[in-house]
């Protein structure tokens, strides 16, 4: 397994999130902006 195969098969957890760049919270899935998720990333830092 490599250095970041891992990341694949983690489960979230305490220490681990898992974030998305779409927002599927409607009909049809789109971009989330990325000023978005980068403010969703950085407050999980």
């Given at each position: 397994?490599?250095?970041?195969?891992?990341?694949?098969?983690?489960?979230?957890?305490q220490f681990?999130?898992?974030?998305?760049?779409?927002?599927?919270?409607?009909?049809?899935?789109?971009?989330?902006?990325?000023?978005?998720?980068?403010?969703?990333?950085?407050?999980?830092?």
């Open positions: 397994m490599s250095d970041f195969e891992w990341i694949l098969h983690q489960q979230e957890g681990f999130e898992w974030k998305s760049c779409f927002d599927s919270s409607q009909d049809k899935v789109k971009l989330r902006p990325m000023r978005a998720e980068a403010r969703d990333m950085a407050a999980i830092i």
